[in-house]
């Protein structure tokens, strides 16, 4: 789907505050991401009918937003959190990454106190 140039200019605009406040990580996996590197993903996606709107994008990296898809956001979440035996690898990496991400800001948090 071909956006026009203001269309282009809002998505960067709400990519980039997504990633301000989300404190430049990747909503799903947590891993640090630059401006560079950014996607917006849609939380609910444009295929079944999200807007691209400041309140539908979080800042994501592109191998989440590349896996997401269409998928709704809370199945998305459910495979990476509690992925099952017959959950695809990518998921499961997906968690590893974020179980890493979160234990590093822990022993940062720790080790600042």
């Not at 990633?19 to 996606?45: E, M, N, P, W």
């Not at 937003?65 to 998305?76: C, I, P, R």
């Amino acid at each position: 789907m071909l956006r026009t140039k203001t269309e282009r200019a809002f998505l960067r605009a709400y990519r980039e505050d997504a990633l301000r406040s989300q404190g430049k990580r990747c909503y799903y996996c947590l891993d640090r991401i630059c401006f560079v590197t950014v996607t917006g993903d849609h939380v609910r996606a444009r295929a079944n009918g999200g807007p691209t709107s400041r309140e539908n994008i979080v800042a994501a990296c592109q191998w989440c937003n590349t896996l997401k898809g269409d998928m709704d956001v809370e199945a998305f979440m459910r495979l990476i959190l509690h992925p099952s035996e017959y959950t695809p690898d990518a998921f499961w990496l997906i968690k590893a990454r974020r179980f890493v991400n979160i234990r590093d800001a822990m022993q940062a948090k720790m080790a600042a106190e």
